[in-house]
Antibody, heavy 122, light 108 residues
């Protein structure tokens, strides 16, 4: 069974840093591009960042560029998101998800982890 | 950035009824690159449909979808109790991938 399990969320003050982790199992981790997608309470999801198998291709949403860093460790089947200079508007559930593709498209997301809640508040 | 507008915001229906959800894009979505997700309360989104009309593994055939260009539709032929949830469309034909704001299907 494919599983993605996130951890690392919590309540933190604006301007602080936090590192999220995601452990993958049930599939060959190196075969897939991995992503972080977030969802603020009551809102639709928002793609945050994606990373290919060897970390050679990395992309970020404009809203987090320069503040967030995505990385992965194949030996640990793990995906990470280092978040710095956090803002109140970064408050959301953060989901780890696997990228799926057809042809030359950017791809959809399947499956998703259960999410970890990041609350940025003073 | 492609903006996706879903309608209606809330759909109030009874079990057994047919649900029709709309997703309209601000510009044409290339190569039918549109997906639908279902999110039950307290759960992560779950893939239902990819490439406009292809059901994901394990998704029952009461779920169907169609569309092209800027107009896409998700149909649930006969609502089961577990189908009452929020549904999101997502386009992946242009960067950045974007999601709609969701349609909530609630029990009438």
């Amino acid at each position: 069974e494919v599983q993605l399990v996130e951890s690392g969320g919590g309540l933190i003050q604006p301007g602080s840093s936090l590192r999220l982790s995601c452990v993958a199992s049930g599939f060959t981790f190196d075969d897939y591009v991995m992503h972080w997608v977030r969802q603020a309470p009551g809102k639709g999801p928002e793609w945050v960042s994606g990373i290919n198998w060897n970390s050679a291709n990395i992309a970020y949403a404009d809203s987090v560029k320069g503040r967030f860093t995505i990385s992965r460790d194949s030996a640990k089947n793990s995906l990470y998101l280092q978040m710095s200079s956090l803002r109140v508007e970064d408050t959301a559930f953060y989901y780890c998800t696997r990228g799926r593709y057809d042809g030359g498209s950017l791809g959809w997301f399947d499956p998703w982890g259960q999410g970890t809640l990041v609350t940025v508040s003073s | 950035e492609i903006l996706l507008t879903q309608s209606p915001g809330t759909l109030s229906l009874s079990p057994g009824e047919r649900a029709t959800l709309s997703c309209r894009a601000s510009q044409s979505v290339s190569s039918r690159s549109l997906a639908w997700y279902q999110q039950s309360p307290g759960q992560a989104p779950k893939l239902l449909i990819y490439a406009t009309s292809n059901r994901a593994t394990g998704i029952p055939d009461r779920f169907s979808a169609s569309g092209s260009g800027t107009d896409f539709t998700l149909t649930i032929s006969r609502l089961e109790p577990e189908d009452f949830a929020v549904y999101y469309c997502q386009q992946y034909g242009a960067s950045p991938r974007t999601f709609g704001q969701g349609t909530k299907v609630e029990i009438k």
